[in-house]
């Protein structure tokens, strides 16, 4: 099945076709946010980048400072499932479109995900994978109060492959395994 491009801007209507499972190279700003700038984010504070609308990598790259730009060592995503409590809330309040993580997320996100118009994509969590889809760091906030680790990276990326893990209607590829798992179970024990 051949990829579905999604590049920014992440709109609704950009979003809103992608179907769990599908396949898809997405372009444009990535910001990481892990949980400490999550929880800044919703504890009241203003984010001092553009991320309504936008996409938020679940991610801590290894960057470092080479004269005046900064270069990317390495990029693989973190676990999702370690802000997946505030990842509703999250997505309400700046209206994110775009999630990129590892893993699954619970219930109440796919729910967000649904009411309010997101996605969540699933990629490879190896640290090299996102490396060579980074055409640049454009630009970083937090640094000094977090640290790089958990500093919001914004990253300009082209053409990072990652699968649709829940789509606009809330259905989720995870949902979808873990029924059929459950009837192959079932269908198995049955037979003993």
């Given at each position: 099945?051949?990829?579905?491009?999604?590049?920014?801007?992440?709109?609704?209507?950009?979003?809103?076709?992608?179907?769990?499972?599908?396949?898809?190279?997405?372009?444009?700003?990535?910001?990481?946010?892990?949980?400490?700038?999550?929880?800044?984010?919703?504890?009241?504070?203003?984010?001092?980048?553009?991320?309504?609308?936008?996409?938020?990598?679940?991610?801590?790259?290894?960057?470092?400072?080479?004269?005046?730009?900064?270069?990317?060592?390495?990029a693989g995503a973190s676990a999702s499932v370690l802000v997946d409590a505030y990842v509703p809330d999250l997505i309400e309040k700046y209206r994110v479109r775009v999630l990129v993580g590892t893993g699954c997320l619970g219930d109440a996100t796919r729910r967000a995900c649904a009411r309010f118009g997101c996605v969540y994509l699933q990629t490879v969590g190896a640290a090299s994978k996102l490396t060579g889809?980074?055409?640049?760091?454009?630009?970083?906030?937090?640094?000094?109060?977090?640290?790089?680790?958990?500093?919001?990276?914004?990253?300009d990326v082209e053409n990072l492959e990652a699968v649709v893990g829940i789509d606009t209607g809330g259905r989720s590829v995870h949902r979808r395994i873990k029924a059929a798992s459950r009837r192959a179970l079932d269908e198995l024990l049955s037979s003993l």
């Open positions: 099945m051949k990829a579905h491009a999604l590049q920014a801007p992440f709109t609704a209507e950009a979003v809103a076709g992608l179907r769990a499972g599908q396949r898809v190279l997405l372009s444009g700003p990535l910001h990481t946010a892990r949980c400490r700038v999550t929880k800044f984010l919703l504890d009241g504070m203003v984010s001092p980048a553009k991320i309504e609308h936008g996409a938020i990598y679940h991610g801590s790259p290894i960057i470092v400072r080479e004269g005046p730009h900064w270069v990317v060592r390495a889809n980074i055409r640049s760091v454009a630009g970083v906030h937090f640094l000094k109060e977090f640290g790089a680790a958990d500093a919001m990276w914004i990253l």
